[in-house]
């Protein structure tokens, strides 16, 4: 393990968004997540209901939901290992959830649940709010990915050191 600087420790800074929890998703989620996707994202880059069933059941992926205190789902989050790294696949909030520091509590719950590895993401070029959040939380960004959402819009590779992470490098292939 190598020795990486970095911010302190998920646990001991302050609750991002008091008031929300963040659990597995359940099956029977599933519905409420695809209407955050269709909110969240474009046609044809939000994922709808059989695509979030498949990554639910794969063993290898971490599928996170915020919720309410009165159980109403915040938020999504996605993420499975790769290379000994954290690779978040998916982070969506509701639109009435936004800037009240559930993607933040989310991005540092996966973090506590996987403590090891580099955590990296890829990010539409002009999703600026997006970019601040992952920048606030230690991201840096590693590259562009050429027409990744489309034709002209390019994603942008970000990336959180953390002890034993894989070599510098994009992971994204």
């Not at 420790?9 to 599933?30: K, Q």
């Not at 309410?68 to 790769?82: M, N, P, V």
């Not at 506590?112 to 709010?129: A, C, S, Y």
């Not at 970019?131 to 390019?154: C, D, I, M, P, W």
Request: positive net charge; charged residues 25%; glycine residues 10%.
């Amino acid at each position: 393990m190598s020795d990486v600087p970095g911010p302190p420790a998920t646990s001991s800074l302050p609750d991002p968004a008091p008031g929300f929890r963040v659990e597995r998703a359940a099956f029977a989620e599933l519905r409420q997540v695809a209407a955050i996707q269709r909110q969240s994202f474009r046609r044809g880059l939000a994922y709808g209901y059989f695509q979030l069933l498949l990554l639910w059941l794969l063993p290898n992926v971490t599928f996170l939901v915020a919720k309410t205190g009165w159980g109403i789902i915040a938020g999504c989050l996605i993420a499975d290992r790769y290379r000994g790294d954290v690779r978040v696949v998916n982070l969506a909030i509701d639109p009435g959830f936004r800037r009240q520091g559930v993607g933040r509590l989310l991005l540092r719950d996966i973090q506590q649940r996987i403590p090891d590895g580099h955590v990296t993401l890829i990010v539409e070029e002009f999703n600026e709010p997006a970019k601040t959040l992952y920048k606030s939380e230690g991201f840096v960004e590693t590259g562009t990915a050429q027409h990744y959402y489309g034709r002209r819009r390019n994603g942008i590779w970000m990336r959180k050191e953390r002890p034993g992470g894989s070599p510098a490098g994009k992971i994204f292939v």
